[in-house]
Every structure is written in structure tokens, then in C-alpha cells.
């Protein structure tokens, strides 16, 4: 991943997309409130990475149970956004918008937790393509508040159909 945080050089650029709004998200994703952790993207190079962003106000229900009186966005959230963010890329990237083809979690590895995420922040969610197969794609993301590491995991996700 690049680590200018900025935008790609012109070789990258080429079919680049964004910025998306929310609703360009919800159109890749079938994640709704209180599940949607993607609230824009910032760029998408198809085949390549994704940054966006997930916007972290203390009205997540979350805060009321983590923690009361400090309120810290679980790990295991700051993870999942970066899943929804590779799910935004790989449906982007394999045309399969409005496919009612859905990305499936399979593995989580190397999920390291730096500093704590805080309501009033901007997550940024950068997230690469390691490997795409027909229906297996790894992926390695980070997730930083102002530039800071707050989280980073390799993961696999399964292209698969909505079940029945």
C-alpha cells in the first residue's frame, strides 16, 4: 500500500473512481444500519486498493456498552469496515454491483490493534487486493485516525451467492 495516504501516480489513476457516496456503497454492499461501516470512498482502482472512510460519532450503539464513560470503537469493528471496504472493491472491480452476489469473510490473520478509535474521528480504510482468484480474494488493510496506525489484518473473502 502506498504510503502517501494521497492519490495514486498516473499509471494507477487509470479507471480510478471516486470520490463514492453512500449510496454508491450501499449499491455494492447489502450491509444497512447499524451494520454499515462504510460511509464513503475516497478513491477505488479497480483490481488495485480502496481508501474510504468511516465516519465514528459517539451515537454508535456500540459506545453505550464500550466502554461507558470511554468510549472506544471495538476491534473487531475496526476490522469488519475493513472487510465492507475490500467487499466495495472486489464487487466494484468484478462488475458485480446489483449481481445480488455477496463477499464472505473466511479468514482473519495477522489483526493488530495499535491505538484506540475515539467517536469524532475519521477512520481511513486502506485496503489492497494480495490476491484474487475466481472466487477467493486476500486482501491486506489498515486503518489509520490523522495519518496514525489504528488497526491492520490480512484477510481472505469468498465470492459467493445470496443464500435462497
Not at 4 to 17: C, F
Amino acid at each position: 500500500m502506498s504510503d502517501s495516504g494521497g492519490t495514486a501516480d498516473p499509471e494507477q489513476v487509470r479507471g480510478a473512481l471516486g470520490p463514492l457516496d453512500v449510496k454508491r456503497v450501499m449499491a455494492a454492499l447489502p450491509h444497512r444500519y447499524p451494520m454499515l461501516l462504510v460511509d464513503r470512498v475516497e478513491e477505488l482502482i479497480p483490481d488495485r486498493r480502496i481508501a474510504a472512510i468511516k465516519a465514528v460519532t459517539i451515537n454508535e450503539d456500540f459506545f453505550n456498552g464500550h466502554f461507558p464513560g470511554r468510549p472506544i470503537m471495538p476491534g473487531v469493528l475496526i476490522v469488519e469496515a475493513l472487510a465492507q471496504a475490500a467487499g466495495v472493491l472486489a464487487v466494484e472491480s468484478l462488475g458485480l454491483a446489483g449481481s445480488g452476489k455477496l463477499v464472505y469473510f473466511m479468514a482473519i490473520d495477522e489483526a493488530k490493534f495499535r491505538v484506540p478509535v475515539e467517536p469524532g474521528v475519521l477512520l481511513r480504510l486502506d485496503v489492497e487486493f494480495v490476491q484474487r482468484r475466481s472466487k477467493v480474494c486476500k486482501f491486506a488493510g489498515r486503518a489509520t485516525v490523522d495519518g496514525k496506525l489504528a488497526a491492520e489484518a490480512n484477510f481472505t473473502a469468498m465470492i459467493a451467492d445470496a443464500p435462497a
